[in-house]
């Protein structure tokens, strides 16, 4: 075997090794434009995908409204449970969404500090 035809042979094996091993060469660094189109193309992406399930969320939530409201209109015994019931699911919600509207508020003020992650 020729010098150069081993060295070919040689490259070749390291380019297996490095695709196996799922490194990248470093032959293939991206430049700072193309990383923050990536990026910028990435956060659409789940920005898209969070609105699709904020939708899909409020129309199960609707669904199960109307469904509720035709039960207790249907059934007299139900609405007594409603009355108990309504407040405090009503409460449940604020207690979610109250949180989430004060650190959003936060994080939007000038020189506020990043959101911690739980």
Known sequence: MSAASA???????SERAVRRSGAR???????PDSVRAQARVERR???????RRRRDLLEDVGVAF?????????TAG???IA???LPLSAALV???LIPRVRRRRRAALPGARPARRR
Do not use: M, N
Not at 45 to 51: D, G
């Open 7 to 13: 060295r070919h042979f040689q490259t070749r094996e």
């Open 25 to 31: 060469p470093e032959a293939r660094k991206r430049s």
């Open 45 to 51: 992406r789940r920005e898209r995908h969070f609105a």
């Open 66 to 74: 109307v469904l509720t409201l035709i039960l207790i209109t249907a």
């Open 78 to 80: 139900l609405g007594v």
């Open 83 to 85: 009355l108990l019931e």
């Open 94 to 96: 604020a207690s979610v």
